[in-house]
Structures are given as C-alpha cells and as structure tokens.
C-alpha cells in the first residue's frame, strides 16, 4: 500500500486553529517544498503573512471563512449531498471506516475534512483509500475551491495546495466511470451531486460496500 502518512499533516492544517499551529504550518511548508517546491515557494508568503496573526485573530479568520456566514463548509459530505440521505449513508460507512482505522473524529462528524484527511492517513485498505480518494474526496476538494471564486482567502490556497496531493496519489485509473463532470464544478450548483456513475460506489465498490 502507498505511504499516505502525509494526510495527517495536511489534515492539521484545516482544524480549529490553537497554540499548536505554528508547528502545524512549518511541517505543512516543509512537506509542500519536498513534493511540490514551486508551490512552496508561491505559497509561503501567504502563509508566513497568516502565521504572523495572533491566534485569536486566526480563529477569527477560520470562523467566517468556514462557519459563520461561510464561504464554504469543511463537512465534504454536505458539500457533495447537502442533506440529502447519500450524506447520511456516507456518514454510517465512514464511521465504520473511523473506527476501524482508530481515528478519533472528537466533536465533529466522520466527514468534516480533517477527520477525513486522518483516515487517508492510517487506513490499511488500499482499494478504500483510492475509492476515499478519488471518488469522495477529491471532487469534493475542487467544489470546495469553486466557493472561492472571485475571493482571496488563505484557506483557497490550502485547498489548492491539497488538491493537488490528492490528484497526484488518487488517480483513480480504474474508477474513471465514477469521475464527476467538469460542468459540476462550473460554480451554479450549491452542492456538488456525483454523476449517475458515482452512486456511493453501488456497483464497482459493493465488494467493500464503503460508501
């Protein structure tokens, strides 16, 4: 199974900022520069410059950004599904996945994108891993990003930063079927529904019956 151990770090920097997140963002910055150096090098201003805040002001900047009046959510099942009962069948087999892995979710839901992040990082089951990767996780990044469109936000960058890990380690050559349409991410649709092909995984994946 590929090493993925790098989602936690990537995970840390999309939690509820606190005393720790310097050290957060320098292992986020060293991991960036070693697989994607021009990026690091794009990146590190604006995170340096996001770094100098007081964490106060952080949490204030993390608040608006993904709670009050959001510009996006962090909960990537209701960014795909909204309410819809798909978010609560992802949410039942993510759970069973979480404890499987021994992931600690704390206060928020197995779909909150930390907690999804973790689980990348310490699942054993390779085909689950592509699946997560590909077919939930990754479009549900690239929507994210779309609500950012027109607004400059350090959390866009993040995302993007993200994103293209995940594109690199979830090339999903064996799910294509299950891709999103690229008119998804065309920024009218509030949530990001799957193509008929990508129905929590109810024909490729019912062997794992993850989703």
Avoid: W
Wanted: some cysteine.
């Amino acid at each position: 199974m590929k090493d993925l151990s790098h989602y936690k770090t990537l995970a840390d920097m999309f939690r509820y900022p606190d005393e720790n997140q310097a050290g957060y963002t320098h292992k986020f910055l060293a991991l960036v520069a070693e697989n994607f150096p021009e990026r690091a090098k794009m990146i590190k201003p604006l995170v340096d410059r996001h770094l100098e805040l007081p964490t106060a002001a952080q949490q204030e900047y993390y608040m608006k950004t993904f709670d009050v009046q959001a510009t996006c959510y962090l909960d990537i099942g209701y960014m795909m599904f909204g309410e819809d009962y798909k978010r609560g069948q992802l949410l039942v087999n993510l759970q069973s996945e979480h404890q499987a892995a021994g992931v600690d979710c704390g206060s928020e839901l197995g779909d909150h994108l930390p907690n999804v992040l973790m689980l990348l990082s310490k699942t054993n089951d390779p085909d689950f891993a592509e699946e997560l990767g590909f077919i939930i996780t990754t479009p549900a990044v690239g929507f994210m990003i779309t609500k950012f469109k027109g607004i400059n936000n350090y959390y866009k960058d993040i995302l993007e930063t993200l994103l293209a890990f995940l594109r690199r380690d979830f090339p999903g050559e064996h799910l294509a079927e299950y891709a999103i349409p690229e008119e998804a991410f065309d920024g009218k649709n509030e949530f990001l529904m799957p193509s008929p092909h990508a129905e929590i995984c109810n024909t490729h994946c019912k062997k794992h019956k993850k989703y």
